[in-house]
């Protein structure tokens, strides 16, 4: 296995996340579209930080499980359904994170209260499930993030981040936390939101610049945090 493959990269945005507060007990998932078909990579129930590349599941839109031998939670049901609505989107994380869970109660868009919320500047989407429909019924969350969001918000539960690329939610999953305790203490406080010029350029130095640097620096840091999980690599990658 090569350092670019897709279930060693899985495994390592799990330690990340993990490392950076994102973790979800058991629960929660990270999933990457398998090119060339109506599939994608995703993880079992297990801690973030367990993971590793050779307990990774590929499973079909219609959730018939192609590779591995672990069970996959119902709940991976919105991957299939995001996947089949939105072409754009590569990579799906789900986090119940302490933060963000505390500010999904709110039933309210990210406030703009650091730089870092300006990732989420006109890209967030709210959805309440009323409990009348099945817990895992994916068509109404595909729908919330319509055709140009890349963030639910999951009112009283967590957050969906989506993005092209499994590295473009990670970063985003692990800034959305941060971005909701600023929110979350920003509130208690009475603090003011930057002004809308400073939040759009800040989003556009923060695509550009931000995320890739994010990304790079936390991959290198599992070097030394995670060395098992180098070990599944092979030669010069490990």
């Excluded at 973030?48 to 307990?55: H, I, Q, S």
């Amino acid at each position: 296995m090569d350092i670019d493959d897709t279930r060693f990269k899985i495994a390592a945005a799990r330690r990340i996340l993990q490392r950076e507060g994102c973790d979800s007990g058991i629960a929660g998932h990270v999933s990457v579209r398998s090119p060339g078909e109506d599939a994608f990579w995703v993880t079992p129930f297990e801690y973030f930080d367990e993971t590793t590349p050779d307990r990774l599941l590929r499973v079909t839109f219609d959730l018939e499980v192609l590779e591995g031998d672990w069970a996959p939670s119902p709940a991976i049901q919105f991957h299939a359904a995001i996947y089949r609505e939105r072409p754009d989107v590569g990579s799906i994380i789900h986090t119940h994170s302490y933060e963000v869970s505390l500010f999904s109660t709110l039933g309210t868009e990210l406030g703009m209260y650091n730089v870092v919320a300006a990732l989420f500047h006109g890209r967030q989407a709210l959805f309440c499930d009323d409990g009348s429909r099945p817990s895992a019924d994916g068509k109404p969350l595909a729908a919330a993030l319509g055709d140009d969001k890349s963030v639910v918000i999951m009112q009283n539960h967590g957050a969906v981040i989506t993005g092209p690329t499994l590295e473009h939610a990670a970063v985003d999953a692990i800034s959305l936390e941060k971005a909701a305790r600023y929110h979350n203490d920003a509130v208690r406080l009475g603090g003011r939101e930057m002004p809308l010029a400073e939040v759009e350029q800040t989003q556009r130095d923060y695509d550009e610049h931000f995320r890739p640097a994010t990304w790079a620096a936390n991959f290198r840091r599992l070097r030394r945090s995670d060395p098992d999980l180098f070990d599944h690599l092979d030669g010069e990658d490990r």
